[in-house]
């Protein structure tokens, strides 16, 4: 019998330290180019979004390719980009990132939620939201190694 997947991630990840690095100028022409690095990992892109410190990718992934392969060639290509495109010494993407599967039904609320991220960064912040994801998917970790090797103190 042949293999057959069907598994849509919500992947989430912040620029390094959650410097607000991503200008609207530029955002959507960053969000057309993580969409063409997943595409040419064999997958699709059906949300991208985010705000000035982290963005949302919707995407359904090939099976034959492991997440963190297609998470550091999308983040090292994007970055690429952006240091040649616009150049910007400081910018990086954080080390990790957050990956949540989602139910073919629940994709319409997803790209919705993906779609409405300036809004709905007004009344809570990046560190809230992803705690918040955490929590509702069920995953356990330790707050002094939730933002990486810089372990910032949020705000500052």
């Known amino acids: 019998m042949a293999s057959f997947v069907c598994l ?6 912040g620029t390094k330290g959650r410097e607000p690095l991503i200008i609207p100028e530029t955002r959507l022409r960053l969000w057309d180019y993580l969409g063409g690095i997943v595409r040419s990992q064999g997958g699709v892109p059906h949300a991208i979004g985010g705000t000035a410190d982290h963005v949302h990718i919707l995407a359904s992934l090939p099976k034959d390719k492991t ?4 998470l550091r060639e999308v983040k090292a290509g994007s ?3 952006v240091h040649v495109t616009f150049p910007c010494p400081r910018f990086a993407w954080q080390e990790g990132y957050g990956a949540f599967t989602v139910s073919v039904r ?12 300036d ?3 007004r009344e809570v912040s990046f560190e809230e939201e992803f705690r918040s994801f955490l929590a509702e998917h069920g995953v356990e970790y330790d707050e002094r190694y939730l933002w990486g090797k810089d ?3 949020f705000g500052a």
């Open 8 to 13: 849509y991630y919500h992947l989430v990840f």
């Open 67 to 70: 997440l963190p392969t297609v």
């Open 79 to 81: 970055s690429h980009w």
């Open 106 to 117: 629940g994709l319409p609320s997803v790209k919705a939620y993906i779609a409405r991220q």
């Open 119 to 121: 809004e709905h960064h």
């Open 151 to 153: 372990r910032r103190p």
